[in-house]
């Protein structure tokens, strides 16, 4: 009962590299989100996706890319790696049935970018 | 869009005492949910609220649904030490359409 899990869960790059955080959920929930933290901010909503194929962005989506071509899986690129990206990523997901922030997140991925 | 507010920021309160927090919002929602997070790890839902008035407790912790619809409040009860962490709020006005987390109080419980 692995749940939702992300990978890597601590990540160092180089500013404009190409970097891209997995997440993996085994419940087949139907939606799925990600999170960045950063101190004084909260959480905050980068893109979330209802279903296989459908994504939509959230508050801060700028200089992230998604995809979801299963329903299982959804993960987030980082296209050219900026230092404002430097933060702690949290991916959720929610079965949608008693509301969408009824949400289970992962562990979190801590990336840094030098 | 909208935003929610926490209150207060952050906590240091002694092993035993109670705690009381709050999350306010200039919009109706209809859901409010409650998360802890602790150090290192991701947020994990503690409560949610699904009717304004709504009193609803989970071991020491009870939470309510404010009868406006623009806030809610959390209460600890005789704090321990791993009630340490940053809790978050959380409001959805129509569903799935519009949802979002608040600043987070972090509490700190001292020996």
């Known amino acids: 009962d692995a749940g939702i899990t992300q990978s890597p869960r601590y990540k160092i790059t180089e500013t404009g590299r190409q970097v891209t955080l997995m997440c993996h959920q085994t419940?087949?929930?139907?939606?799925m989100f990600w999170y960045r933290q950063d101190l004084g901010h909260g959480l905050r909503l980068i893109y979330y996706?209802?279903?296989?194929?459908?994504?939509d962005k959230g508050e801060v989506p700028d200089g992230y890319v998604v995809s979801r071509s299963k329903t299982e899986n959804f993960p987030l690129t980082l296209e050219s790696a900026t230092r404002s990206q430097t933060s702690v990523y949290f991916c959720?997901?929610?079965?949608?049935?008693?509301?969408?922030?009824?949400?289970?997140f992962g562990p979190g991925t801590r990336l840094t970018v030098t | 869009g909208q935003q929610l507010n926490q209150s207060p920021q952050s906590m240091f309160i002694q092993e035993g005492e109670d705690v009381s927090m709050n999350c306010t919002s200039s919009?109706?929602?209809?859901?409010w949910l409650w998360y802890k997070q602790d150090p290192g790890e991701g947020p994990v839902l503690l409560i949610a609220?699904?009717?304004?008035?709504e009193l609803t407790s989970n071991g020491r912790l009870t939470a309510q649904f404010g009868i406006t619809r623009k806030d809610s409040f959390l209460n600890i009860s005789a704090s321990i030490p791993s009630d340490v962490g940053i809790y978050f709020c959380?409001?959805?006005?129509?569903?799935?359409?519009?949802?979002?987390f608040g600043p987070g109080t972090r509490l700190s419980v001292l020996p």
């Open positions: 419940w087949s929930h139907s939606y």
């Open positions: 919009s109706i929602f209809n859901t």
């Open positions: 609220l699904y009717k304004a008035g």
């Open positions: 959720a997901s929610s079965s949608g049935l008693a509301g969408v922030l009824e949400q289970y």
């Open positions: 959380a409001g959805e006005d129509n569903y799935g359409q519009n949802f979002v």
């Open positions: 996706s209802a279903a296989a194929d459908i994504t």
